[in-house]
């Protein structure tokens, strides 16, 4: 019996897609649209709900028919920032069900090569963002904000938390909604959405050490060697609207900041 062609509907999250992969394989049916909210499709609708424990299943399955590396591609990959990243993966899962690790080691599989390319691009935002994430303290809690294309912070939340571990500090993803919140303590941090996000006026003191870092940035600057194509290079152009030394917006508030 053939498998029939549908558009599955869910809640946009991980867990949400693998019981999207649970219920195609119960009710086997291909799904050829994700949406995450009511749409109109030329194919038959599916509801999907979310439920833990076939979420459980499905992630488990994956260890033993993928293996570690394709549990990790999967997860990873729903991460990105890959259009029609749900359609992507299914084709991958199906595809590793049917011929195990392996499938890994093809790398002229268009479907193993879109999801590594896409996953290796998340990585290197997330890398890229450690160095380029930029915190206000503001009442005492570190504030950060970031605007990139993958959905970073699972990534990044190892590298904070463990250089931060006594600090209240939130890393808001601006582009995606979400902010990554920690505390003090093992395991004391949460990545949860976040619709209305505000970072606040600073006060006296946090001025004063954004117009001292932006003084320092000016200052180890060698203007004989200035070079924008290799500045945009190794910092590209996106990151500065989150940076501190780019920002200018505090700069009328100087006059009344000594130090």
């Excluded at 946090?206 to 004989?224: K, S």
Aim: charged share 25%.
């Amino acid at each position: 019996m053939s498998w029939i062609q549908v558009c599955c509907q869910y809640d946009g999250t991980f867990a949400g897609f693998l019981c999207c992969v649970f219920d195609s394989y119960l009710n086997r049916e291909d799904p050829v649209e994700f949406r995450t909210d009511f749409c109109c499709s030329l194919y038959p609708l599916r509801t999907v709900e979310t439920d833990k424990a076939h979420a459980k299943r499905v992630y488990h399955s994956f260890a033993k028919k993928l293996g570690k590396d394709g549990q990790e591609l999967v997860t990873r990959g729903f991460l990105t920032c890959l259009p029609e990243k749900e359609l992507w993966l299914w084709r991958f899962i199906r595809l590793g069900y049917e011929r195990g690790p392996i499938l890994l080691r093809d790398l002229t599989e268009p479907t193993v090569d879109r999801l590594r390319k896409a996953v290796q691009h998340l990585e290197h935002e997330a890398h890229q963002y450690t160095g380029f994430v930029r915190f206000s303290d503001l009442n005492g809690v570190l504030v950060g904000e970031i605007e990139p294309k993958n959905r970073v912070l699972p990534l990044l939340r190892p590298h904070f938390c463990g250089r931060y571990p006594q600090e209240c500090f939130v890393l808001h993803d601006r582009a995606h909604q979400e902010a990554l919140f920690h505390q003090p303590g093992p395991g004391a941090w949460a990545i949860l959405p976040v619709e209305d996000f505000s970072l606040g006026p600073a006060d006296h003191t946090e001025l004063v050490y954004r117009n001292l870092w932006r003084t320092f940035y000016d200052t180890i600057a060698i203007q004989g060697r200035y070079n924008p194509k290799c500045r945009m290079t190794h910092m590209p152009k996106r990151y500065w609207s989150m940076m501190t030394e780019f920002q200018k917006d505090w700069e009328t508030a100087l006059p009344e900041v000594q130090t």
